[in-house]
Structure formats: C-alpha cells, structure tokens
Nanobody, 119 residues
C-alpha cells in the first residue's frame, strides 16, 4: 500500500511564504492526479490545488495567483505565497493512483501538515 507523506508546514507571518512537499512511497509513475486539500477546525475539507499526470493544474478561487502546484519525478509541491490568516489549516496531500488499465483509481491520503499564518 502506498504511503503518502507531507512536509513543510509551520508558522509564518501574514504575507510570508511556505512550500509544502508531498512524497508517495511508490513514486508518481502510476499517478493519475495529486491534490492538496486543507481542513480548518469546524470546516469541511476543501480542494486547494490539483495537478494531473499531464501537468494540468486547477486551483481554488481563494488561492489563485498566490499558490502554485508543481511536481518533479517523485515529489509534488505546493508553493504558497502572500499567505493570509485564513490560509491557516491542516494541509493534506491526496494521491490518486491507477495501477493498471483495468484497475480502479485509488486515493491515498497523507497524515497532514499544519500551516499557521499569524496576522
């Protein structure tokens, strides 16, 4: 079973930047898409940014122009600039994998990394 690990969270002042990283223990060769989600206390988990195997990216309106999702061979990144207090949340990486043509898509979640933006 794939293991997804996020890193890079922390405490930053408003206006600052952080870069989150997401690594899948089985690499990204069977990746269909990877999404960064976030969930603040009392709120539903929401999709922040997504990149598919072809490199197409999508962003939530609230982060467009400030966040950038990218990938290399083994890692998916979320560069977060101009951070706001409302970006404070636990950020989760979700890797969608399709092992073969016949196999269904399976989603693997990481444990989350805390991002706190102080105003």
């Amino acid at each position: 079973q794939a293991q997804v690990v996020e890193s890079g969270g922390g405490l930053v002042q408003a206006g600052g930047s952080l870069r989150l990283s997401c690594v899948n223990s089985r690499g990204l060769r069977s990746m269909v898409a990877v999404g960064w989600h976030r969930q603040a206390p009392g709120n539903e988990r929401e999709l922040v940014a997504r990149i598919d195997s072809g490199g197409t990216t999508n962003y939530a309106d609230s982060v467009k122009g400030r966040f950038t999702i990218s990938r290399d061979a083994n890692t998916v990144y979320l560069q977060m600039n101009s951070l706001k207090s409302e970006d404070t949340s636990v950020y989760y990486c979700a890797v969608d994998v399709k092992a073969s043509i016949e196999a269904p898509i399976r989603r693997y979640w990481g444990q989350g990394t805390q991002v706190t933006v102080s105003s």
